[in-house]
């Protein structure tokens, strides 16, 4: 992800990494994992498949039902047991919806009290005055919602329509004191509408939202006219809005292009976010996190289904993170060195490393150009 508002504050958001660069994952703000030097990588764990969505963009493989084979309450513990002892900085807990495990608090629970950081992404639409109490007492500090289930009206996606069915919701947490945040997902459908979507996001009293890019099929020419007037968009919000957390996800050359547009009115302040940028280091897949699906499965992240890397009911997922022998896994993490194409010849690279799962998905080489970058050739040459 790339946090354009902790960027443009970055002499803050540097003071603030190097308090803590020495620190134990537990010890560093949650905000600032991204850039710690830890060992293991964050965790992103899609714990059940079950939703009570059927939302036509999720790319997560959701279903009514909960699969047959999916972890176990018991499996669930020790694969919690086991995180806690190689200290993974974070657990981001997806779905289908979470909340829909019967186990759910009980496996939060335990992470919580094994010292594991836990954050929740859900859909909200299960969360009750109750519910939220729940989250607050086992330990989670913060709750992602994802607001296209609620957005889908009619077969149309009314983002705005959603924030006020999920409002009640936002409200539960605040009173419980668990931290909020919503994300959107922009494509040609709300283009126009960035301006009174964000007002409704101020009107619901979040002062975070993300944004995540629709992708249908393969139409990236569409995407990539769209994501740099909406990158554009955002980028003047964050300037104008200090005290909004404005966060885009999937892409990192979003990280890029802020650096250029800073670049031309401050060289000073865009030459201390490349420090940042590049400290934090472009696509974190199967190095600074891993995903684990619902049936033990390892991957990249969470948007590489296709490519696993082991299964944690077979092997310790150190045994398969540390695994000095995998040459996918040693490759990603120096893949500066490996990318071809337009990634290959970037001089930005190092801050943004492309993207393998739709470079593979695209031309099967997932160290080939990044088919969504919407920079040019001039600005991927520019130093
Ligand atoms: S060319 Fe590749 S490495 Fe460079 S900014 Fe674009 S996606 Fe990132
Ligand atoms: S591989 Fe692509 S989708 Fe996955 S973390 Fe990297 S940039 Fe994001």
Redesign the pocket.
């Known amino acids: 992800m790339i946090n354009f508002s902790r960027l443009l504050k970055v002499r803050e958001t540097a003071r603030d990494v190097k308090k803590h660069h020495n620190k134990r994952a537990d010890e560093v703000p949650k905000h600032l994992i991204r850039y710690a030097n830890v060992k293991a990588p964050m965790v992103i764990w899609n714990i059940t498949r079950k939703c009570n969505f059927s939302c036509d963009m999720c790319h997560l493989g959701s279903a009514l039902e909960a699969d047959s084979d999916e972890l176990t309450t018991q499996e669930a513990l020790e694969f919690i047991d086991h995180m806690a002892s190689i200290k993974v900085p974070m657990i981001s807990v997806y779905g289908g919806e979470p909340l829909t495990r019967d186990d759910f608090f009980t496996l939060a629970g335990h992470a919580h009290n094994s010292g594991l950081r836990i954050i929740l992404s859900s859909n909200a639409a299960l969360i009750t005055e109750k519910t939220a109490r729940e989250i607050a007492e086992s330990g989670i500090s913060y709750v992602g919602i994802d607001m296209d289930g609620f957005s889908q009206i009619s077969g149309r996606m009314d983002v705005i329509a959603g924030l006020e069915k999920a409002k009640p919701a936002m409200e539960y947490l605040k009173n419980a004191g668990v931290g909020c945040g919503v994300r959107i997902t922009i494509g040609d459908f709300n283009l126009s509408q960035m301006s009174p979507i964000i007002k409704a996001i101020e009107n619901t009293g979040l002062k975070r939202f993300a944004v995540c890019q629709h992708i249908d099929g393969s139409d990236w020419k569409a995407v990539k006219k769209e994501r740099r007037k909406i990158i554009d968009y955002l980028i003047d919000y964050a300037v104008e809005n200090p005290e909004m957390e404005v966060v885009t996800?999937?892409?990192?050359d979003d990280g890029v292009y802020l650096l250029q547009r800073v670049a031309e009115s401050d060289p000073g302040l865009a030459s201390e976010m490349e420090k940042l940028l590049a400290r934090q280091g472009?696509?974190?897949?199967g190095d600074r996190?891993v995903n684990v699906d619902y049936l033990g499965n390892v991957h990249?992240?969470?948007?590489?289904q296709d490519r696993t890397i082991g299964n944690i009911r077979e092997q310790k997922l150190s045994d398969i993170c540390f695994d000095e022998e995998n040459e996918i896994l040693a490759k990603m993490k120096d893949k500066t060195q490996y990318l071809k194409g337009k990634c290959g010849r970037c001089v930005h690279k190092h801050l943004c490393?492309?993207?393998?799962?739709?470079a593979e998905e695209m031309c099967g080489d997932l160290f080939g150009a990044?088919p969504a970058c919407y920079l040019t050739e001039e600005e991927v040459a520019a130093v």
């Open positions: 996800e999937q892409l990192y472009g696509c974190p897949a996190i990249l992240c969470p948007y590489w490393r492309g993207c393998g799962a739709r990044d």
